[in-house]
């Protein structure tokens, strides 16, 4: 009876780096080490340090079927079944689009210009919470309120709002937009990145995006602008005197976004460039 031939981790790493790479799959080592490590239950430097393993056979059983998955190009975040994002460590799955580096820059930016900590913040469009609970993190004596019309991903934000212990500081609300919001109890500051693509950019997007996260979450009517538009028309009525709304948005709307907040009454408008210098985000206050 013959053996089994021995493979080691070193060899089990660039077969799936191949193998990946082959399939269209960017950064296909870092996603390698990324998968063998979770199957195997190690952070990438341990790998490093057992490249001579000799995995057995229950081990690579673990490992094929993530690689198979990657190979079809779900996106790596889905298999691992989480992401690290601006400090958190957030659960995601098909629920929810995963969190952008793009939206981590959003953030900073907000925060930088909110001039007095905010008591009363609202997300709109919330997701995977990662906005929310982002905001709830930085203002500890803050109520957020965190909407979303989808009730599956208002239940994957409320399992990252109780794995990071700030449930009791996030409410989630099922909305759409300001539709369940009462307009006597405004906020502070208002922040959303609601879906902005054009039906082309969706069309033109990697596999990972157009084939297995929510299109809902991603597209939106009139060229991308149909739900920007009811968050900037509604913001006057749900912001506080001198209150904030961040937005982000696609990189050909700005022109007519700051028309629309003109347009809105608010003032201070303000658009701002991603880290690829594209219009990304814009900025505007009740008067």
Do not use: C
Not at 40 to 56: C, H, I, S, T
Not at 140 to 158: G, P
Not at 171 to 190: G, Q
Request: proline fraction near 5%.
């Amino acid at each position: 009876m013959m053996n089994k031939p021995v493979i080691t981790l070193l060899e089990v790493l660039q077969k799936t780096t191949d193998f990946l790479g082959g399939k269209g799959v960017e950064s296909a080592r870092l996603n390698a080490e990324l998968l063998v490590g979770h199957a195997l239950g190690l952070k990438r430097m341990q790998l490093y340090l057992q490249f001579e393993r000799v995995l057995a056979e229950a081990e690579l059983e673990k490992i094929r079927p993530l690689v198979k998955r990657r190979s079809q190009r779900e996106p790596l975040q889905y298999i691992v079944g989480e992401t690290e994002w601006s400090g958190l460590k957030l659960k995601v799955d098909r629920r929810a689009l995963i969190p952008r580096p793009e939206t981590e820059l959003l953030i900073e930016l907000t925060v930088a210009r909110v001039k007095t900590p905010p008591l009363r913040i609202l997300d709109l469009g919330t997701g995977s919470g990662a906005i929310a609970l982002a905001l709830a993190k930085a203002y500890d004596a803050a109520a957020v309120t965190a909407v979303d019309a989808n009730e599956d991903a208002l239940a994957l934000a409320a399992e990252n709002g109780k794995a990071l212990g700030l449930a009791d500081r996030v409410n989630f609300l099922r909305s759409s937009w300001y539709e369940a919001l009462k307009a006597d109890e405004p906020y502070d500051l208002i922040v959303a990145n609601p879906p902005y693509l054009t039906a082309e950019e969706t069309a033109a997007a990697e596999p990972e995006v157009r084939a297995h996260e929510p299109i809902t979450a991603l597209a939106a009517a009139e060229a991308g602008l149909a739900d920007l538009r009811v968050i900037i028309a509604g913001a006057p009525r749900y912001l506080n005197a001198g209150g904030l709304l961040a937005l982000e948005t696609g990189i050909d709307q700005h022109a007519e976004l700051v028309r629309l907040l003109g347009e809105a009454g608010l003032s201070d408008v303000e658009s701002k460039r991603d880290l690829t210098d594209r219009d990304r985000f814009v900025f505007a206050r009740k008067a």
